[in-house]
């Protein structure tokens, strides 16, 4: 028998406990219960409201915890609008599919008059066609008349607060919206200041215990006795099913692996260096597990990039970065690569080991070594460099604008072959690498204040002076 699916889609603009509420009750009736984003709409300015990365983040903490809920942000990341009519292509091979609909969009359905017949695209026949599940809220009178040929009906209880409209108002007006919204909602919105008609910062003070005892999930390079020592001495704050933050101990790979595993958790990754360089982490003296709570920390939303590849069948894969991705000869002959930025060709033959994409963060990595200066943690932009670069002479790299889009082919047929990497992991051979940054994906790295990443950055770039010299 195959899966009953719900399709629940919105703006979640921001997503409220009623819509918590909705998925739990569609998880009661359903194998699994999808919540789409919807991309920019033109009918709804408030979509632009806010940066897409925050309205991803926002819906993942509201919906996370749910057994059968998944959130979707397919239309977030590739700035786009699927409307209901196409929902059925889209995601018709995983089962059942069942759209959820208010009891509004009911209204003189048995005059074919309802908002369905009236406003969607090929209204008329998906009203006879789909299959609806219409969320009834407590109090409204709902005709079986109006309702569509395939239904099901869900009666909401009456507690449910009101709509993400009324929610942005009373935000935006300073009112008291607590219940609202789920308080890790509430807390990532005050985090970052959002819904107040003002540009959110990517910087914020932050405290562990801020909002209480902090809860961690504790996240050790398990092949390193030092982080090891370390973990077992702040077990008193772990806490593996509902985490305030991660704390990770160990080097920088230890940082990339769990923000790979756990950027989708939505809240902060504290590092604790225990391994050599420690770019992405504090020094351990900077914490301890009698001050953590009442630390003084900076918060930096830092971006990650999204990557998709073409292989030499045609097969297409996508994945993020962090810190960076590339591709580089996978032969002794160089690699020969055309490289198109924003649609233009800007280099019609790079010949070169490679070329690397970076972000801030990652500039001070694998990018470091191209002779990638470092960018300020502040930075908005992001990086394209070659590698041993023989042709352009003299090119080394570029700096990019946050919107960017960059196009990387390989040009040297089966004799010269290219492999792609995402932060030092094999994809495969490429005939065709993109980037851009994520719409989506973000990751919130803690400092302390005393040394925040702004610091790490300029001690690289400002070398101290060697005495006598």
């Known amino acids: 028998m195959a899966a009953k699916v719900a399709l629940f889609g919105g703006s979640f603009n921001p997503p409220g406990t009623h819509h918590r509420a909705v998925a739990q009750a569609l998880a009661s009736h359903f194998d699994r219960v999808l919540v789409i984003l919807c991309g920019p709409r033109p009918d709804k300015p408030a979509t632009y409201e806010i940066e897409p990365y925050h309205r991803a983040a926002l819906a993942d903490i509201n919906f996370r915890g749910l057994p059968k809920v998944e959130v979707d942000h397919f239309d977030l990341e590739q700035n786009s609008f699927t409307p209901n ?3 059925e292509s889209r995601y018709r091979g995983l089962g059942e599919l069942w759209h959820v609909i208010s009891s509004d969009l009911c209204k003189d359905g048995a005059r074919r008059e309802s908002p369905i017949h009236l406003c969607w695209t090929r209204g008329p026949e998906l009203w006879s066609e789909l299959n609806f599940c219409v969320m009834n809220r407590h109090g409204r009178e709902l005709h079986p008349d109006d309702l569509p040929p395939h239904h099901m ?4 209880p009456p507690e449910l607060s009101g709509p ?6 009373k935000i935006f007006l300073h009112e008291d919206y ?5 308080p890790e909602v509430q807390a990532y919105i005050e985090r970052y200041g959002l819904y107040r008609g003002r540009l959110p910062s990517r910087r914020t003070r932050w405290q562990p215990g801020q909002a209480g005892q902090p809860r961690l999930l504790i996240f050790a390079d398990e092949a390193n006795p030092r982080a090891m020592e370390f973990a077992a001495s702040y077990r008193r704050w772990e806490h593996q099913e509902d985490p305030t933050a991660i704390l990770v101990l160990g080097g920088d790979g230890t940082m990339l692996a769990a923000i790979r595993q756990h950027w989708r958790r939505r809240i902060p990754f504290i590092g604790l260096n225990q391994g050599h360089l420690g770019f992405l982490l504090n020094d351990d003296s900077m914490f301890s597990p009698e001050t953590l709570p009442a630390t003084d920390c900076i918060i930096r939303l830092m971006p990650m990039l999204f990557i998709e590849t073409e292989g030499p069948d045609g097969t297409r894969q996508t994945d993020l970065a962090f810190n960076d991705a590339w591709v580089e000869r ?9 490289v198109e930025v924003n649609g233009q060709i800007r280099i019609p033959k790079l ?3 490679g070329a690397l994409v970076c972000t801030a963060a990652g500039s001070t990595a694998y990018a470091r070594s191209m002779g990638v200066s470092p960018m300020p943690a502040d930075a908005p932009g992001w990086t394209l460099a070659g590698s041993n ?5 003299g090119w080394k790299s570029a700096l990019l604008a946050p919107e960017s889009v960059v196009a990387i082919r390989s040009i040297g047929g089966e004799k010269r072959p290219v492999e792609a990497y995402v932060g030092g992991r094999l994809l495969g051979q490429a005939i065709e690498f993109s980037a851009r940054q994520s719409r989506i994906a973000t990751v919130e790295l803690v400092f302390a204040a005393q040394r925040d990443m702004a610091e790490k950055i300029a001690m690289i770039q400002f070398p101290p002076v060697q005495d006598g010299v």
Request: hydrophobic fraction near 35%.
């Open 330 to 338: 996978s032969t002794s002959q160089s690699a020969w690569l055309e």
């Open 178 to 182: 607590q219940g609202w919204v789920t």
């Open 85 to 87: 009519d196409t929902y």
């Open 351 to 353: 010949v070169a080991d």
């Open 389 to 393: 670069v023989m042709n352009p002479p």
């Open 153 to 156: 009906v869900i009666d909401l």
């Open 164 to 169: 993400s409209s009324e929610l942005r108002q």
